[in-house]
Each structure stands twice: as structure tokens, then as C-alpha cells.
């Protein structure tokens, strides 16, 4: 093997650690967020404790790579508020996910899903 070849090798391996660590990242917010409905409590975790949350999962992590997740995964993005180096604030509290008029549409899709499945039946009959 020519030493061009490993020079080639080396981005790849770099990238499939980073998107692990994306992805397990993710897993620990999304447990966070769970962990906050389930204790009715503002989802918001230590900062140092989610970096060793994501590190237990077997991946580098760190400050910096928290920081570069936040400013390029949109999903990242979308769960946390805000965050500092000593907390993470994430969104998941009842004034986050309701918007304007929110109560309503369980009512719609139920009117929805009945309305779909009278096309079905109506469908199936004719």
C-alpha cells in the first residue's frame, strides 16, 4: 500500500466517529427530555455531565465537538435551547411545544382519521 492510499483512508475514519458521536448525542438529549416530562421539570442538564453522558457511549467528545454539533446538525439545533459551559438547557417544556391554537388539532386529526376511514370503507363497499 502507497502511503497516498493512507493519506486517502484517514478523512473516513475521522467522519464515522463524529457521526456516532452526533448520533449518540442525540440519544442522551432525547433521554434528558424524556427524563424531564417524566419528573414534570424544565429538561436542562449539566454541561460536564452530557459530554461524560455521550463519552460513556464509547465515542471522543468534548466541549468543542458539543459546540460543532449545535452549529451543524439541525437536530442538535432543534433540542437544545441554549447552553453555556456549565449547563445545557434543552426544549421541552410545555411553552416550547405548543404553539398558538395547538389544542385544537387533536381534534382535527381526529376528524381527520375519521374521515379517511369513511373514504376507506366507502372504498371497500363500492
Do not use: C, H, W
Request: no cysteine; hydrophobic share 40%; net charge negative.
Amino acid at each position: 500500500m502507497r502511503l497516498v492510499e493512507f493519506d486517502q483512508a484517514a478523512p473516513e475514519e475521522e467522519t464515522a466517529p463524529r457521526a456516532e458521536g452526533i448520533a449518540n448525542l442525540l440519544t442522551v438529549l432525547n433521554s434528558v427530555i424524556a427524563q424531564a416530562k417524566n419528573d414534570d421539570s424544565e429538561p436542562s442538564i449539566s454541561t460536564p455531565a452530557l459530554i461524560n453522558m455521550v463519552k460513556n457511549t464509547g465515542v471522543m467528545f468534548d466541549y468543542n465537538a458539543l459546540l460543532d454539533a449545535y452549529e451543524s446538525n439541525s437536530a442538535v439545533n432543534n433540542l437544545v435551547k441554549n447552553f453555556s459551559k456549565e449547563t445545557v438547557d434543552l426544549v421541552g417544556s410545555s411553552e416550547d411545544e405548543m404553539g398558538d391554537g395547538e389544542a385544537g388539532n387533536g381534534e382535527d386529526s381526529g376528524e381527520a382519521v375519521a374521515r379517511i376511514a369513511k373514504r376507506v370503507a366507502n372504498r371497500n363497499i363500492g
